[in-house]
């Protein structure tokens, strides 16, 4: 390998990305070795691991936005990355420049003892930039799974599992016991633990006891109410009142709540307030505005003011369109017009398992291709969806922007165009509207 800390970062990432035999190969063995011979195992005195099947971004996020708001640093490692790799590391809501992952990666380069996957390698060089940051806390977001995930090399403080469902099947199980399981491998002995998952498996319940952690769970420790201008949480010890909306899923902002009560930092409910009106990120229910809708007027030489309304979101699995659905409806109720989906999924993904919650809300459909070994055709994705619902009014187009043209030119100004599915999906359209 001819890379050094100064070659650029695209030609580090093609290297990463096919430097091991396998793009996934669950296990911590290797990793641990090198990041202990690298002393990066304690990247900063307090550590929040943050698993589950969704909502873990939105989650670390909201957590982030509260802990820098009390006055600490604070370091993120998130993954899958919507446009650029650096987004995947924050230190104090920054990401950094190319020139320190570059400089990061060869220092592990030199390091290493062992082959490394992509995941790993970056994995490593988060905790060896939160490490050279002095950081008070870091937030790492699981990958996959937990129990053998890359980030799990780490001795976590706290755990957080946002919710449970099926998912990465090939790797985690098919059932919600054996995927729970998975999941609680990122639990240590006596810390403790948040569950905002409300129907939590025996399997979690029992590892928490088995390690004799201090579980906090949904509906059983703390719970929220939703009315229809503000909504409330509470636990045994407190009540929080007239909260504001935020643009992250309620309950995840509700298991982060449960988190803050838990945390060795005195953080003031003025804080909780602002952080839940202010916080927001990318491609989570978001309605396209400002010099965005502005570019994609232009992009298809369409008037601003005959533009309908344009959501994306980066919901891909059943439980993520479970969420969608409700957002949808609402939305709908308030809206007399077409609801039109441009939508892209990886051929791993349970595709039916999401249409079946979108497809009594869709009126017309837009499959389009997904490039890469993961990816499947705009066609293949048309005939899973008609294999199921064959009075869907379907179109495949061969790419997202494609499929946003076109959905654009069947739509009125009243109409909702939604486009959603893969990070991958909600990426390509996004790099033409910045």
Not at 88 to 104: F, G, K, M, Y
Not at 398 to 421: E, P, R, T, Y
Not at 429 to 434: D, L, V
Request: proline share 3%; glycine share 6%.
């Amino acid at each position: 390998m001819n890379l050094k800390a100064t070659s650029p970062l695209a030609e580090w990432l093609s290297y990463l990305e096919n430097s091991h035999f396998k793009a996934i190969d669950l296990g911590l063995e290797r990793i641990k070795s090198v990041a202990e011979k690298m002393d990066i195992l304690h990247p900063a005195p307090y550590v929040i691991t943050v698993g589950g099947t969704n909502g873990k971004g939105t989650t670390c996020r909201l957590l982030e936005t509260i802990l820098l708001r009390h006055g600490l640093r604070v370091g993120v490692y998130s993954s899958p990355h919507l446009l650029r790799y650096n987004e995947r590391v924050r230190i104090q809501n920054q990401d950094l420049p190319d020139e320190a992952h570059t400089a990061s990666f060869a220092f592990i380069e030199e390091n290493k003892t062992e082959s490394l996957t992509y995941f790993e390698f970056s994995t490593l060089s988060a905790l060896h930039l939160f490490k050279q940051h002095h950081l008070d806390v870091v937030i790492l977001e699981v990958g996959l799974g937990g129990r053998l995930d890359a980030t799990n090399i780490v001795d976590s403080n706290l755990a957080v599992i946002t919710s449970i469902d099926i998912d990465h099947t090939d790797f985690l199980g098919d059932t919600r016991e054996a995927i729970a399981f998975e999941k609680a491998g990122i639990f240590r002995q006596n810390c403790p633990v948040v569950v905002g998952e409300p129907n939590v498996p025996n399997t979690m319940l029992e590892q928490a006891a088995r390690l004799g952690c201090q579980v906090s769970r949904r509906d059983v420790d703390w719970s929220f109410q939703v009315n229809a201008k503000n909504w409330q949480w509470q636990s045994r010890k407190v009540r929080l009142e007239n909260l504001p909306f935020c643009q992250i899923p309620l309950m995840n902002a509700a298991t982060v709540l449960a988190v803050v009560e838990q945390l060795p930092f005195e953080i003031q409910e003025s804080t909780l307030r602002h952080a839940l009106q202010n916080v927001e990120l990318v491609g989570r229910f978001q309605t396209i505005q400002g010099d965005k809708r502005e570019k994609l007027a232009s992009l298809f030489d369409q008037k601003l003011d005959d533009l309908p309304t344009v959501i994306v979101d980066v919901g891909h699995n059943p439980h993520a369109a479970t969420y969608l659905s409700e957002k949808l409806t609402a939305l709908k109720a308030q809206n007399q017009g077409k609801l039109i989906a441009v939508c892209g999924i990886l051929k791993d993904k349970d595709a039916q398992g999401v249409f079946a919650h979108l497809v009594p809300l869709v009126d017309e459909w837009h499959c389009v291709t997904l490039d890469g070994y993961r990816g499947q055709t705009g066609e293949e994705l048309r005939l899973k969806l008609t294999a199921f619902f064959p009075n869907a009014k379907v179109k495949s187009l061969n790419s997202v922007m494609n499929g946003v043209q076109v959905a654009l030119k069947s739509a009125v100004k009243n109409d909702l165009v939604l486009v959603f599915g893969s990070f991958h999906t909600v990426a390509e359209f996004w790099q033409e509207i910045e």
